[in-house]
């Protein structure tokens, strides 16, 4: 009787335990839910919020319908929610996106879901927002367009030979994962010197896994996106120590040159200090941006062609335009930066893609302090969502927002704050330039070759974390007569 009444007092005390814990932790996550004078909106289910909304919009592929429905609902640019059990606000428009692209380091930081930081896990112990900063510090001498202008010839030159191995002598083809073996050889050259095709395919299945889970649900086990996500990490991470090992014994032999990638800048870089970074700080952020290099400009090349298929009369002007650069070159001659230049229409073209099929659909930020915008307090600590959508399809700021029309961008183009399809302010994306050279090279090579017929008329599009079609573009092939 007695060991009964001792099990029972350890069964009470454990239940008693478990129902504290819940109970402070569910008062915990409720108070920052709490303010005066929020936002008008709803927070949705406890612990789940609007999450599930909020996902589903992009998997039924309308993204922007979480966030036009509540402007509707709530007759205001900005409304509260939760996302991934977060409170949040989500800034709507141009005024929105002023506010935040100005106000950062100010009033809010960068912020991203913990999932991020267990794929990308610094080596120094730091958060990913914390790396990213340094990171940002370090790119624009490489990724300014005077830096990128002799690449433009190499990534040419990779594009004739992508196209020759897998496009050319066939009938049928599916786009996107072509357009994402495509950008990644490039962002392996660029980046590391990879450029051996058996190399880079070798890194093609581990990004692929990195990309499905970075923003998954946080649920780290056997089989989930999250967990073959970090597996992907440990092994990239590995393959790339190997690489950067070998790479500072070329450089201190005379094997490879200073200047020849961002891999031999970051081994030669000193911090304040006069410190050079770690191999696995480096491994960390080639791991970045090989991920940022990439995804982003692959879906773009996609939905490109997508919608010069669904468009002859624009295709036709991209070509005629592509055809007078091909026509003056010399035999094997690559393309240099004079030529990008004249791809005025060819840019618009990528542009109004851009704003309807954006890769960045919006970004978080997190309230340093408590704030006021548009007459509502937004409680430090908060996060703070911006939608590309609220402006892209937008009538305010687009008129005939669903129309496919590249005129938008002569002259002076869209109004400041409305078209932010690389973000904007000090976190505007430091590759800008980098993509719009890989996405005019990409259209040079690919109208020049054929013309083409998508298989799949009104393919859903599903967006997850990152706009694709479903079935992910196939096309059939006509290419140019000689």
Known sequence: ????????????????????????????????????????????????????????????????????????????????????????????????????????????????????????????????????????KM???????????????????????????????????VVFPLAKRFTFWLACRVFVSVQDPDHVAKFADPFNDIASGIFSVPID???????????????????????????KLDLAEGRASATQDILSHMLLATDEDGKHM??????????????????????ACTFIVKYLAELPDVYERVYQEQMEIANSKAPGELLNWDDIQKMRYSWNVACEVLRLAPPLQGAFREALNDFIFNGFS???????????????????????????????????????????PFGGGPRMCPGKEYARLEILVFMHNVVKRFKWENLIPDEKIVVDPMPMPAKGLPVRLIPHKA
């Open 1 to 136: 009787m007695m060991e009964v009444n001792m099990y029972a007092a350890l069964l009470l005390s454990f239940v008693s335990f478990v129902t504290i814990s819940l109970f402070g932790m569910v008062y915990k996550h409720l108070s920052h839910f709490r303010g005066n004078n929020l936002p008008p909106g709803k927070f949705g289910l406890p612990f789940l919020g609007e999450t599930l909304h909020f996902l589903r919009s992009g998997w039924d592929g309308h993204p922007e319908k979480f966030i036009f429905d509540r402007i509707s609902a709530y007759s205001s640019q900005v409304f509260k929610t939760s996302i991934l059990a977060e409170p949040t606000a989500v800034f709507c428009g141009a005024p929105g996106n002023k506010f935040l692209f100005s106000n950062e380091n100010k009033l809010v930081t960068a912020w991203w879901p913990d999932s991020v930081n267990k794929v990308f896990p610094s080596s120094l112990q730091t958060s990913s927002k914390e790396e990213a900063k340094k990171m940002r």
């Open 139 to 173: 790119l624009p001498n490489f990724l300014k367009p005077e830096a990128l202008q002799r690449y433009i010839g190499m990534m040419d030159e990779i594009a004739h030979r992508h196209f020759a191995m897998s496009w050319e002598n066939k009938d049928e083809v």
């Open 221 to 247: 086990l056997p089989g989930t996106p999250l967990n073959k996500a970090k597996h992907a990490s440990n092994f990239i991470r590995k393959e790339l120590r190997a690489i950067i090992k070998q790479r």
């Open 278 to 299: 770690n191999e696995m700080d480096i491994a960390d952020k080639i791991l970045g941006l090989l991920i940022g290099g990439h995804d982003t400009a692959s879906a």
């Open 378 to 420: 937004i409680p430090k600590g908060w996060k703070i969502y911006w939608s590309a959508h609220s402006t892209h399809r937008s009538a305010e700021y687009f008129p005939e927002p669903e129309k496919f029309d590249p005129s938008r961008y002569d002259g002076n183009g869209p109004a400041p704050y409305t078209f932010v």
